[in-house]
T-cell receptor
Framework: DADVTQTPRNRITKTGKRIMLECSQT?????MYWYRQDPGLGLRLIYY???????NKGEISDGYSVSRQAQAKFSLSLESAIPNQTALYFC????????????FGAGSRLTVL | GQSLEQPSEVTAVEGAIVQINCTYQ??????LSWYQQHDGGAPTFLSY????GLEETGRFSSFLSRSDSYGYLLLQELQMKDSASYFC??????????FGGGTRLMVKP
């Protein structure tokens, strides 16, 4: 089984719909992240969490929200999806001592029509 | 704020050496990392430099000059499987990683 599992892997939805992307990990890491990838723009940080009671905005948090349900689970929600949120979304984890070493999930490709 | 600059695309032939440069501007610097991403795959960690100098891991090496806000990834004895996108990333005081836009490396026979 993968260390970092994302569901769904692919999702097509319509403008205005609520979408949740889920992430679970078996690494035992405290730190979890949600990144968005668009062609030519690299990976941009949406939200991050350093433990269950800690939630922080990244550089592009508008239009997104997150929930850290447990140490191993971190979900990303789009309350009302819009077409420019069409992108590849990655969840990642890191340990306290290895903050430069992120382990990524396989990604969730979201298309908003 | 933070910004990273790297070339968008590099082409090289199998067996050659290629260098991918990265310049950065950041408020607070706690290391430069490199990640590899094959088409359709997830980014995977390659290397990390916290101090100036060269770090070598097999065919891959990474260099950092903090005074120049500059680093590079050096790939030797290129193989077809090295065709991928390569991202540099900097860690700031908030322990967040900010990524560059990525360099697409194409290795030709």
């Amino acid at each position: 089984d993968a260390d970092v599992t994302q569901t769904p892997r692919n999702r097509i939805t319509k403008t205005g719909k609520r979408i949740m992307l889920e992430c679970s990990q078996t690494k035992g890491h405290d730190r979890m992240y949600w990144y968005r990838q668009d062609p030519g723009l690299g990976l941009r940080l949406i939200y991050y969490s350093f433990d269950v009671k800690d939630i922080n905005k990244g550089e592009i948090s508008d239009g997104y929200s997150v929930s850290r349900q447990a140490q191993a689970k971190f979900s990303l929600s789009l309350e009302s999806a819009i077409p420019n949120q069409t992108a590849l979304y990655f969840c990642a984890t890191s340990g306290y001592s290895g903050a430069n070493v992120l382990t990524f999930g396989a990604g969730s490709r979201l298309t908003v029509l | 704020g933070q910004s990273l600059e790297q070339p968008s695309e590099v082409t090289a032939v199998e067996g050659a050496i290629v260098q991918i440069n990265c310049t950065y501007q950041t408020s607070g610097f706690y290391g430069l990392s490199w990640y590899q991403q094959h088409d359709g795959g997830a980014p995977t960690f390659l290397s990390y430099n916290a101090l100036d100098g060269l770090e070598e891991t097999g065919r891959f090496s990474s260099f950092l000059s903090r005074s120049d806000s500059y680093g590079y990834l050096l790939l030797q004895e290129l193989q077809m499987k090295d065709s991928a996108s390569y991202f540099c990333a900097v860690r700031n005081a908030g322990n967040m990683l900010t990524f560059g836009g990525g360099t697409r490396l194409m290795v030709k026979p």
